[in-house]
């Protein structure tokens, strides 16, 4: 799967769970220990924004730290967001660019980015009790890019923990929850 085809398929899915939110959905925890739903849609708003300064080379462009994308509203939020990231799928990819990861193509950035956001938009559809699907090709695409760039000092219990156990049968999407360490049972 190419990179832009999985962040057009990723960004789809999160339109639809953002879009799901109710005011009553704010502080509920998320399966990401310290994240409400607010904070975790705040981070994948902040992401979006963070991919795109980086594969874009434009380090302007990034994010303040501690700055709540999300005072519009979620979807507000989530439409700067998603604007961001999708203006970085028109940037020369294979440009190498700085990343906290080393030096990488700005495509492993994108890639990143999705992974990323398909991620959390399962934590967001466990946290709010929405429907979540994806092609197993776009979770295949997120589970081994997180196969590349997820360090085992990076399972640190906060946003990714060891890789949990997952009933057999389990969907794809599942599968890749238990991979970043989210109980799926």
Known sequence: MEVTDALTE???????????????HREMQTPCKKWTVHDLVNH???????????????????????????AEGPVSGWNDGKAAISAAAGVDLSAIRQTPFGEVPGAMVLSVGVADLLTHGWDLARATGQDISATDD??????NT?????????????R??????CPEGASALDKLAAFTGRSVS
């Open 10 to 24: 990723t960004t789809g899915i999160v339109d639809g769970l953002v879009a799901g939110l109710t005011p009553e």
């Open 44 to 70: 994948m708003v902040n992401t979006s924004k963070a991919v795109s300064a980086m594969a874009s080379g434009d380090m302007s462009l990034m994010p303040a730290e501690g700055t709540d994308h999300l």
């Open 138 to 143: 776009l979770t295949a695409f997120a589970q």
């Open 146 to 158: 997180w196969g590349m760039v997820l360090p085992p000092d990076a399972r640190d219990g906060d």
């Open 160 to 165: 990714f923990d060891v890789e949990q156990p």
